[in-house]
């Protein structure tokens, strides 16, 4: 089945620092999510981003579907942004369900 | 909020015992996914309904079971519970049922197998 990696499995940054996560995955894929799972535990949706560069305020994410790779930017992290951030992805077919990453585990250090 | 509800958010209980978690999905949403959450084997899915009939099946053990009521509500049922089976237990849901939707997901209920 398809494989997903996500780099770097941890970071640490101090507050106001910018970070990249990437996620590569191993075949064509027509699905794209991004995840941030908060310390409490909650599954929160980033982006939904087959293909194309999507932005929401101090985030952004582009999917370079041809080469198989995403990337999740984070500006100006903030301590609230703290957590573990999941890429996951869909290949088509009848089955619908997403295949995840281990994650980017991120501390931001005030 | 994802619009999303699962119940209950903890569960603690023994071996050998058998617990029901409930998920609502949102509102004109028909499909509905399982996903455990362990320490070591990640984010895995366990099954998929879609309008009360099973779609997919993925790492779902044979003590586990699912459905899907017709007002769309799921049920996961896990039985004869072990010490690994201790997870986080999460239900997502979207629109329809194909590769495309994006996936919503619920707060999860935290299981505790003592």
């Known amino acids: 089945g398809i494989q997903v990696e996500q780099s770097p499995p941890d970071l640490i940054l101090q507050e106001g620092a910018n970070s990249t996560l990437r996620c590569n995955f191993s075949?064509?894929?027509?699905?794209l999510q991004w995840f941030h799972q908060n310390p409490w535990g909650q599954l929160i949706n980033l982006f939904y981003i087959p293909s194309g560069t999507k932005q929401n305020g101090r985030l952004s994410a582009t999917t370079v579907a041809t080469e198989r790779y995403s990337l999740l930017y984070i500006s100006s992290s903030q301590t609230t942004d703290s957590g573990v951030y999941f890429c996951?992805?869909?290949?088509?077919?009848?089955?619908?369900?997403?295949?995840f990453g281990k994650g980017t585990k991120l501390s931001v250090k005030p | 909020d994802s619009g999303v509800t699962q119940t209950p958010k903890h569960l603690i209980t023994a071996t050998g015992q058998r617990v029901t978690l409930r998920c609502s999905p949102r509102?004109?949403?028909?499909?509905v996914y399982w996903y455990q959450q362990s320490l070591d084997q990640g984010l895995q899915f366990l099954i998929q309904y879609y309008n009360g009939e099973e779609r997919a099946k993925g790492n779902i053990l044979e003590r586990f079971s699912a459905q899907q009521f017709p007002d769309l509500h799921s049920e996961l049922n896990l039985s004869s519970l072990e010490l690994g089976d201790s997870a986080l237990y999460f239900c997502?849901?979207?629109?329809?049922?194909?590769?495309?939707?994006?996936?919503?997901f619920g707060p999860g209920t935290r299981l505790t197998v003592l």
């Open positions: 509102s004109g949403d028909l499909s």
């Open positions: 075949d064509s894929v027509n699905n």
């Open positions: 996951a992805v869909r290949n088509g077919g009848s089955q619908g369900n997403l295949i």
């Open positions: 997502a849901s979207s629109v329809k049922h194909g590769s495309t939707d994006t996936q919503y």
